[in-house]
């Protein structure tokens, strides 16, 4: 019987994992469960004997991958595969893919959470501000970056959006204003979310020359990654702009920082919570089980990003 081990730091919900366990058994594999693990030890020894792996933030580096002796493919149930060391699983003749759009209603829901949380003033009993007719741009228009698009016209907000891979009759045609540049995008709107990936063109790339461009009251929404951040440059920004705001899923590494002189101009998560809803983790975990089925028995490879 084949194994597909789900090692995931930050388990599925439930459903979710039920779902999974259901559409594996009447394909005749079996389902190793590793949720909550502390120590890298217990990954590299649950992977050593499986077929399969579904993961999330989970890292899958060389030496995960070098000592997974059976894995033919790993799964990230998500979209971001920067957890995922490619080169070594392409040497490993392990495919990697993800589930794009699987999660991606929840990330925009959560930015939206995270955006409405702050113009409350994190709800203290003050006047605070109104999402409707401020600028929202969308840096990066993926998945993500429709729904929050989708979202944002149920507040009213002046939508616009960059992204040099996407046509700008595409965005065009769900009612957002294309813009040519980064730097026009930051120079025109209060509110801005990112949806970047991480990787080597994008990490420390969101820097104080475009974050200095933002109107005032400006806020950074970041439910991508942090570390695409430059974060010396967005400390100096935060000292030199008492107006300026950061929302992120997920602290940066300077969060101690923020916490000691930025009070009530920041909100970070405690843990990854942008793709943590029940309907997210049955989308991304039904549809990793499915692909990695289609994968060994039909050689099915789509979404393979390796
Ligand atoms: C993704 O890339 O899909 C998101 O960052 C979700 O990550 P998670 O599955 O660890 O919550």
């Not at 090692?7 to 439930?14: D, H, L, N, Q």
């Not at 992977?47 to 579904?54: F, G, L, S």
């Not at 400390?235 to 705001?245: A, G, I, V």
Request: glycine share 8%; net charge negative.
């Amino acid at each position: 019987m084949k194994k597909v081990l789900i090692a995931t730091e930050k388990p599925f919900a439930k459903e979710a994992v039920d779902g999974i366990k259901k559409i594996a058994d009447e394909a005749g594999y079996e389902i190793v469960l590793l949720e909550k693990y502390t120590e890298k030890s217990q990954l590299l020894e649950a992977v050593a004997n499986v077929d399969a792996m579904i993961i999330r933030s989970d890292i899958a580096d060389k030496e995960v991958l070098d000592a997974a002796k059976n894995l033919k493919v790993v799964v990230r149930a998500g979209a971001g595969f920067d957890n995922i060391d490619l080169a070594a699983a392409t040497a490993n003749n392990i495919v990697a893919m993800n589930t794009p759009g699987q999660n991606s209603n929840a990330v925009a829901e959560l930015a939206f959470g995270m955006m409405l949380f702050m113009a409350r003033g994190g709800f203290d009993g003050k006047a605070g501000s109104e999402l409707r007719d401020k600028t929202l741009g969308i840096h990066a228009y993926g998945n993500v970056g429709k729904y929050v698009a989708e979202i944002a016209k149920g507040f009213n907000m002046k939508i616009y959006a960059f992204d040099p891979f996407v046509k700008d009759s595409d965005i065009e045609a769900d009612g957002v204003i294309p813009v040519g540049s980064v730097e026009e995008l930051y120079k025109t709107c209060q509110y801005v979310s990112l949806h970047i990936p991480a990787n080597d063109k994008t990490r420390n790339s969101i820097n104080k020359d475009l974050l200095g461009l933002m109107p005032k009251n400006g806020v950074l929404v970041n439910t991508a990654r942090k570390e695409v951040i430059h974060e010396a440059d967005l400390l100096s920004l935060m000292e030199e702009r008492q107006d300026f705001k950061y929302l992120s899923d997920i602290a940066p590494d300077c969060a101690a920082e923020f916490a000691e002189k930025y009070t009530g101009r920041f909100f970070f998560t405690p843990k990854k919570m942008g793709a943590q809803t029940a309907e997210a983790n049955i989308n991304a975990g039904i549809a990793g089980i499915k692909q990695i089925i289609n994968f060994l028995e039909k050689g099915d490879d789509t979404f393979k990003v390796n």
